[in-house]
């Protein structure tokens, strides 16, 4: 069992910068990937940024890729989304997720879909103004 909490979520004007972060517990958390998606009212489910066990190796949706980046501190058991340039676009719930399965195996196409992930969290809301 894994449990995750996202905080820090924010209503913030365009071009602000906020940082998201997940806090996890139960099963060791530094073993598999973690992810971070979005929903935006009426819209899919959406991918946002993996990050492999190690930190070493990460992959992000082209909507946010040198915007957002991801990382995670295994001493900590946590895994930040660090959001810069925000657009009302970004407006969404974000949600934190644990692929347990993968382990220790690294698949960035297939880590994009939220099928691979088996424990989420409840999410943190960003809404971004113009």
């Known amino acids: 069992q894994v449990v995750l909490v996202e905080s820090g979520g924010a209503l913030v004007q365009a071009g602000d ?5 997940c806090a996890a ?3 060791t958390s530094s073993n598999y990937p973690m992810g ?5 009212p009426g819209k899919e489910r959406e991918f946002i940024a993996a ?3 190690s930190g070493a190796f990460t992959t992000y949706a082209d909507s946010v890729k040198g ?7 295994n ?4 895994v930040d989304l660090q959001m810069n340039v925000l657009k009302p676009d970004d407006t969404a719930k974000y949600y934190c997720a644990a692929a347990t399965k993968w382990r220790h195996e690294w698949g960035a196409s297939r880590l994009t879909d ?8 409840q999410g943190t809301q ?3 103004y113009s």
């Open 114 to 121: 939220p099928d691979e992930y088996d424990y989420w969290g």
């Open 126 to 128: 960003v809404s971004v």
């Open 25 to 27: 517990s139960g099963r």
């Open 75 to 78: 001493a900590k058991n946590t």
């Open 36 to 40: 971070w998606f979005r929903r935006a």
């Open 51 to 53: 990050i492999n066990w």
């Open 17 to 21: 910068s906020l940082r998201l972060s």
């Open 67 to 73: 915007r957002f980046t991801i990382s995670r501190d």
